[in-house]
């Protein structure tokens, strides 16, 4: 008896919530519905992740078919504005995506150059007095006040003050020879 249903009065006892009438729409209509699917997507697991995303929201979409159009007619428009907003969804991810990767290469330069300063600085401070290493040492980065150096030290305040004015002569004097080379 379903079979001579129209899909037009399916369509309608199944927006009234008939689940005989839906599940008959989606047998009739569902390889039709993944071949369009697989037209619009060229590719088979997305034409399925599309056919089974429509079928899922088929039953909110079919209370809104009024038959203005036949039943197949109304059917093909979910299937293509479906695949419209899965390539904007798409295209949203990539732009995203492409985003995150410049930050990401950003990031990693970054890494590298505070790597290659850190380095430097390595081996800069290695050229040093040892009483200039370990004032720096202590100091770096803010670890340290000139005060609380002062105290490790068994120096004065005045005499760590001094020592970093001279460690940035020297490192200044090291990195200008450098690139003069």
Known sequence: MRMKTSDEDLARAAADGDADAFANLLQRHYDRVFRLAFRLTGRADQAEDLTQDICAALPTKIAGFRAQAKFTTWLYRVVVNAA?????????????????????????AEATETAQAMDW?????????????????????????????????????????????????????????????
């Open 84 to 108: 419209k907003d899965a390539r904007r969804r798409q295209a949203s991810h990539s732009r995203a995506a492409a985003g995150w990767g410049d930050v990401e290469q950003l990031r990693r």
């Open 121 to 181: 600085l390595q081996r800069a401070m290695r050229s040093l007095p040892l009483d200039l290493q370990d004032t720096l040492a202590l100091t770096l980065e803010d670890e340290m006040t000139h005060a609380e150096a002062a105290a490790v030290l068994g120096v004065s305040e005045g005499t760590v003050s001094w020592r970093m004015s001279d460690i940035r002569k020297r490192l200044r004097a090291l990195r200008q020879e450098e690139l003069a080379q």
